[in-house]
Each structure stands twice: as structure tokens, then as C-alpha cells.
């Protein structure tokens, strides 16, 4: 063999070891997937027996059978692939195919979802369902796209409510100087600033270790988390503000999605709201569980007045107009319009 033919050969050996080497091959063939089913990596923050965690489950179910098998969906919880901000991104990046995270640290991205953080704007579940699956919540999914994303509709994580382990938290005097952690969002953390709280923005991955630590002093999010996550081993005090409702977003990567032939896309528009359906009705139930398993497991709950509310409400509006006027009033009318009309049909 004369040189110029080795050194033919020796390109080709190398390139193919590049090949493998590469991320998105690497994981085809590392997963004893056949060489037809496409990969499709799906990340959650939180844990496999949350409600999050369980639609997730489901939803593999029913697109594995709906595509016999073309399809593949390999799901990791617990924030295994980073918190909602990176997953978000690795979609972006097509480095992972789909995540599912709260709407709020997408404020960044798509700042019109900072409507939904709004404190005290939801009466109960099925206003926001209403909202979220009607013009309002439509249109802010048509926003996703020029961020290399594409919004299957909305799952839900609940509404929040406040733990900590110094004292009870009733009244607007309760939260001062109180840390607490938020979720990376400017409404949240000019809410509690207004409530006189000391907001400490971080992702969930660091929370149970700054409660640990006293870093914080409390957190707040629904019961199903707190109750999955444990933070009753951390926290004493459980007080049900129920202060904001907070929605999951479910996310695909547009570089993904793009390359998809459009039975592959229906499989998955259909699993994810099928699946959808089913993780809100366990939430309500795993919410409405949690509570009683954390009485049991120790932690002190209490519940503000109404007066007690009322008072943090108009602590808060200050914000709501402030962030009103930055989101856009029409996006804001167009909302409570929605509301109103909910409202009225209740
Ligand atoms: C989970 C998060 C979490 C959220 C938070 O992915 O960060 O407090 O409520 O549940 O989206």
C-alpha cells in the first residue's frame, strides 16, 4: 500500500472515531436502541413519584406504543440534566429534546410570562386552566419558537406556599427579614421584597442545601413538592398562603421538532396533552395528600385570614402595576377579561 492510500485509510479511521465520539451518537448506540428509533432525551426538576415525574412517565408510555417503538423517550428526574434554566437551554442547544419547567425563570426569554406570577391572581385551579389553555395562555406559546422552542401547552406545578424554620407566617409583619428563596424571577422577588421578606433567587438544586445551612430561612413552593423534596426535615413551619399559582410549560426543542415527520409530531402533541390531563388531576390529589402527610411528619401548618390575605395583596399591588405596565397592559386586560368571564360561568 503506498503512502498517499495509508494516509487515506488513516482518515477514515479517524473520522470514525470522531463520529463516535460525538454526544448525539454516542447515547443512539449506548442505549441499546435500535438503529430506526430516534432518541428522544426528556428531563424534570423534580422527583419520579411527584405528579411532575409520574405524567412524565406516562407520557413515554404513550408514545413508545402510539410510534411501536420508532420512538424512544428516555426520562430523567430529580434534575439529574441541571435545573429548568439549563435544560431550557440544552433544548435550544438540541442537546436534549424536551423538559417541562415552571414558567417563571423563562421570564428572561419570554418576559410575557412573568403575567402568570402575578401574586394572588388565581382563585383555584380551574381559573387557571381556563387562562392557560385558552387565548391568553395560547398566545405566549406562540412566542417560544423564536427561541428555538416549541410549546406543547401547559402542565401544572400549583399553588405555593410558604415554609420556614423561624415562626409562623400570618400577617405582613411575619415576612420581615425573612430569607427566603425564590425561583430566579423579577416578580417574585419584588413581591417578597414588598412583603419585606429578604428574596434569595437561586434554582431548586441548591434549595435543600441553603435550608440546611441556614442560608435561607424558608422557601415556598405546592405541597407535593415540598412533601417529595423533604423539606420538612429542614423546615418547621408550614403556613398556607397559597400565594401564587405557578404553571409547567412542556417544552420541545425546535431543532428537534423541525426534523420530525408530522405523524412523529402528532404522537407526541397527543401524548403530551393526554398526559397532561392526567398529571393536573393527580397534582390536585397529591396536593390535597401532601398536607396531611406533613402534619404527621411533624411540621407546624397554619393558615393566614382572609384579613391576614387581603393584607398581602395590597402589600403586592404596587408590583402587579409595575409589572403590568412592563408586560404589557392589553396582554394584562385580555387575562382578567378571561377571568372575568370564568368567573362569571362558575
Ligand atoms: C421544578 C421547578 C420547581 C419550581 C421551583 O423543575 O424552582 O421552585 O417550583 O418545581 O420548576
Known amino acids: 500500500?503506498?503512502?498517499?492510500?495509508?494516509?487515506?485509510?488513516?482518515?477514515?479511521?479517524l473520522s470514525a472515531l470522531l463520529l463516535?465520539?460525538?454526544?448525539?451518537?454516542?447515547?443512539?448506540?449506548?442505549?441499546?436502541?435500535?438503529?430506526?428509533?430516534?432518541?428522544?432525551?426528556?428531563?424534570?426538576?423534580?422527583?419520579?413519584?411527584?405528579?411532575?415525574?409520574?405524567?412524565l412517565a406516562l407520557f413515554k408510555e404513550i408514545v413508545e406504543q402510539k410510534?411501536?417503538?420508532?420512538?424512544?423517550?428516555?426520562?430523567?428526574?430529580?434534575?439529574?440534566?441541571?435545573?429548568?434554566?439549563?435544560?431550557?437551554?440544552?433544548?435550544?442547544?438540541?442537546t436534549m429534546e424536551i423538559t417541562i419547567p415552571s414558567t417563571s425563570p423563562l421570564v428572561g426569554m419570554v418576559p410575557e410570562y412573568g403575567i402568570f406570577d402575578f401574586p394572588f391572581l388565581f382563585r383555584d385551579e380551574g381559573e387557571a386552566d381556563?387562562?392557560?389553555?385558552?387565548?391568553?395562555?395560547?398566545?405566549?406559546?406562540?412566542?417560544?419558537?423564536?427561541?428555538?422552542?416549541?410549546?406543547?401547552?401547559?402542565?401544572?406545578?400549583?399553588f405555593r406556599n410558604l415554609t420556614n424554620d423561624q415562626h409562623p407566617v400570618n400577617a405582613v409583619e411575619d415576612f420581615r427579614g425573612l430569607k427566603i428563596r425564590t425561583m430566579q424571577n423579577e416578580v417574585h422577588i419584588d413581591a417578597f421584597k414588598a412583603l419585606g421578606?429578604?428574596?434569595?433567587?437561586?434554582?431548586?438544586?441548591?434549595?435543600?442545601?441553603?435550608?440546611?445551612?441556614?442560608?435561607?430561612?424558608?422557601?415556598e413552593n405546592p405541597l407535593a413538592t415540598i412533601e417529595t423534596n423533604k423539606y420538612d426535615e429542614v423546615q418547621k413551619h408550614l403556613s398556607l398562603t397559597e400565594h401564587v399559582y405557578t404553571p409547567f410549560v412542556f417544552l420541545v426543542s425546535k431543532k428537534f421538532w423541525d426534523e420530525l415527520p408530522s405523524a412523529d409530531r402528532n404522537i407526541i402533541r397527543d401524548a403530551a396533552r393526554q398526559a397532561g390531563l392526567y398529571q393536573r388531576?393527580?397534582?390536585?390529589?397529591?396536593?390535597r395528600d401532601a398536607l396531611a402527610r406533613l402534619e404527621e411528619r411533624g411540621m407546624k401548618v397554619n393558615?393566614?385570614?382572609?384579613?391576614?390575605?387581603?393584607?398581602?395583596?395590597?402589600?403586592?399591588?404596587t408590583v402587579i402595576e409595575r409589572y403590568t405596565q412592563k408586560y404589557g397592559d392589553q396582554l394584562v386586560e385580555e387575562m382578567m377579561q378571561e377571568l372575568e368571564k370564568t368567573r362569571r360561568n362558575h
Request: glycine content about 14%; overall charge negative.
Open 281 to 287: 388531576e393527580e397534582n390536585r390529589k397529591a396536593n
Open 1 to 13: 500500500m503506498n503512502q498517499s492510500s495509508k494516509k487515506g485509510v488513516l482518515v477514515l479511521i
Open 197 to 219: 421578606a429578604n428574596p434569595s433567587p437561586m434554582p431548586l438544586s441548591e434549595l435543600f442545601s441553603a435550608m440546611e445551612t441556614g442560608v435561607v430561612d424558608g422557601q
Open 303 to 317: 393558615r393566614p385570614s382572609t384579613a391576614e390575605r387581603e393584607g398581602m395583596e395590597e402589600k403586592v399591588r
Open 130 to 158: 381556563a387562562v392557560l389553555d385558552g387565548p391568553v395562555g395560547q398566545e405566549l406559546l406562540k412566542k417560544l419558537p423564536e427561541h428555538g422552542l416549541v410549546g406543547l401547552g401547559y402542565w401544572e406545578n400549583g
Open 20 to 55: 463516535l465520539a460525538s454526544p448525539g451518537c454516542g447515547t443512539a448506540v449506548s442505549s441499546q436502541a435500535t438503529e430506526q428509533s430516534r432518541i428522544i432525551r426528556a428531563g424534570v426538576g423534580l422527583k419520579e413519584d411527584h405528579p411532575q415525574g409520574m405524567g
Open 67 to 94: 410510534s411501536e417503538g420508532r420512538l424512544q423517550v428516555d426520562p430523567y428526574y430529580s434534575g439529574q440534566l441541571g435545573d429548568d434554566l439549563r435544560m431550557t437551554t440544552a433544548l435550544q442547544a438540541g
